[in-house]
């Protein structure tokens, strides 16, 4: 008896995961980036499939990865890249390979306050301030006053993306105030004059975008910029799945990628596959 132990354990853990959400529900956790966009299309795959649920909830890209591994989670939403380790930890729970979706395009945005004079800086001079080497706004162009840094829970996808892309992995300067959400960022620099933070491109309101220098070019984060790449902070949104797609998964995915899918993505402050 004792050599079925292990074999009925792993049926059991393959049935659970199975049946981590309910007949007819599908979940979706992760990346706060992309909750306000997942929701859109949610309601309106739920009105062309009156008989499937979505539930979709945030909480930060590493959560949703968490969730995936455990199993309470059809789909986990990243706002960064997904690392090897994270693959192969899925691929021991299940099995199988996972799979990683792109989903929609972004363009992570610098935002600064409307009455901060400073419009553009360098790559050198973002990480300078989110390092805490530079400390006052006058030492890149601003006013002679002490810079105000906000930035996201260590959860966020958005987060390390910054913190890798930018500052080579190190940890932001003691000084920054990290926040739950990006419109928590947005709100904090819209209210502090000499603020800075930074977000997904969508969620600009009440702030000014900087933009960034890149050689001789000041490049702003458009969708023709962040498609092709020549914004330095341009990444992809996905979904990552822990098995191939199937049944109403797999037709959430499709109608995502279709037109009517993507034309959610620009209503929502996002920029499409194509």
């Known amino acids: 008896m004792s050599g079925t132990v292990p074999a009925r354990l792993g049926v059991l853990a393959l049935l659970s995961w199975a049946m981590s959400a309910s007949a007819g529900t599908l979940t979706i956790k992760g990346s706060d980036t992309m909750v306000a966009l997942c929701q859109r299309w949610a309601s309106a795959f739920r009105d062309a499939n009156p008989g499937v649920r979505v539930q979709v909830t945030g909480g930060g890209s590493g959560t949703g990865l968490s969730a995936l591994l455990e199993g309470s989670t059809d789909i986990a939403m990243s706002s960064r890249p997904i690392a090897p380790i994270e693959l192969e930890r899925l691929k021991q729970r299940t099995g199988v390979d996972p799979v990683v979706v792109e989903v929609a395009r972004d363009g992570v945005t610098f935002f600064v306050n409307p009455a901060n004079p400073v419009r553009a800086l360098s790559v050198a001079q973002l990480a300078g301030l989110f390092s805490g080497d530079v400390t006052r706004w006058s030492q ?10 906000y930035t ?8 390390e993306f910054v913190r890798e892309r930018l500052l ?6 003691p000084i920054a105030q990290p926040l739950p959400g990006t419109g928590a960022v947005v ?10 933070g930074f ?23 458009t969708p023709e910029a962040v498609k092709s790449g020549r914004y330095p902070f341009s990444r992809s949104l996905t979904f990552v799945l822990a098995r191939p797609a199937e049944g109403d998964t797999k037709r959430f995915l499709e109608w995502i990628a279709s037109d009517a899918g993507q034309a959610l993505v620009v209503a929502a402050g996002f920029f499409p596959l194509r």
């Open 152 to 159: 996201r829970e260590t959860t966020s996808g958005t987060s």
């Open 199 to 221: 977000g997904g491109a969508a969620f600009s309101r009440g702030v000014v975008p900087l933009r960034v220098r890149v050689a001789d070019d000041e490049v702003a984060p």
């Open 140 to 149: 890149v162009g601003g006013d002679d006053r002490r810079v105000i840094l």
């Open 168 to 173: 080579g992995g190190l940890d932001f300067a």
């Open 187 to 196: 709100n904090a620099v819209s209210r502090e004059r000499f603020g800075v």
